[in-house]
Nanobody, 117 residues
Framework: EVQLEESGGGLVQPGGSLRLSCAAS????????MTWVRQAPGKGLEWVSG????????NYADSVKGRFTISRDNAKNTLYLRMNSLKPEDTAVYYC??????????WGQGTQVTVSS
């Protein structure tokens, strides 16, 4: 059974930083591309970033390019998202999922990121 558990969210001021983590189990993480998606209040899911199974290739939505960095530790079955220069429009629940430029269920319970002064 695929299980994904996101953590690391919180309340941060505009311009601040956070690092999200996603602990994965139930599948061969090291052979699976992974992605981050987010859902802002009242909106649908938005793809944010993807990373290949070995970590050598990454991709980002234009809205986060240059500010967010996706990475992974295959030895720890963990996916990360480093978020810098956060903006109020980054406020959302963030989920990790399998995929690269798209995403496949299931995902976890998500972690809330709120950017506000």
């Amino acid at each position: 059974e695929v299980q994904l558990e996101e953590s690391g969210g919180g309340l941060v001021q505009p311009g601040g930083s956070l690092r999200l983590s996603c602990a994965a189990s139930g599948f061969t993480f090291s052979r699976t591309s992974m992605t981050w998606v987010r859902q802002a209040p009242g909106k649908g899911l938005e793809w944010v970033s993807g990373i290949s199974s070995g970590g050598g290739n990454t991709n980002y939505a234009d809205s986060v390019k240059g500010r967010f960095t996706i990475s992974r530790d295959n030895a720890k079955n963990t996916l990360y998202l480093r978020m810098n220069s956060l903006k109020p429009e980054d406020t959302a629940v963030y989920y990790c999922a399998r995929g690269y430029s798209t995403y496949y269920p299931p995902w976890g319970q998500g972690t809330q990121v709120t950017v506000s002064s």
